[in-house]
Nanobody
Framework: QVQLVESGGGLVQAGGSLRLSCAAS????????MGWFRQAPGKDREFVAA????????YYADSVKGRFTISRDNAKNTVYLQMNSLKPEDTAVYSC?????????????????WGQGTQVTVSS
């Protein structure tokens, strides 16, 4: 089945940048919508961004719009999340996920496959 593995998390100061990667294997990557979610301790899982298989359509949570950019390289079976102007409120475990839909969706219940997650910590 589909396996997703995130990388690129770490510790960064407020105002800094990180780029997360999500590598997919096991099935064709181009047929799925890919999304990023995050979850802080004691908080609900939060939608961050999503992208269609073609890369033509993207959607962002208001909290990250203008700061984060989602992209994908189907030839490499990889989706990216470029995070700029990071804030302490961005601190969370970030997970990538794949959905069967052809349009972007924000509900975590619509996603079928999940990575293990990577920790992002932003210090003030």
């Amino acid at each position: 089945q589909v396996q997703l593995v995130e990388s690129g998390g770490g510790l960064v100061q407020a105002g800094g940048s990180l780029r997360l990667s999500c590598a997919a294997s096991g099935r064709t990557f181009s047929t799925r919508v890919m999304g990023w979610f995050r979850q802080a301790p004691g908080k609900d899982r939060e939608f961050v961004a999503a992208i269609t298989w073609s890369g033509f359509n993207t959607y962002y949570a208001d909290s990250v719009k203008g700061r984060f950019t989602i992209s994908r390289d189907n030839a490499k079976n990889t989706v990216y999340l470029q995070m700029n102007s990071l804030k302490p409120e961005d601190t969370a475990v970030y997970s990538c996920a794949a959905a069967n839909t052809l349009i972007v969706v924000t509900a975590h219940t619509r996603y079928n496959y999940w990575g293990q997650g990577t920790q992002v910590t932003v210090s003030s």
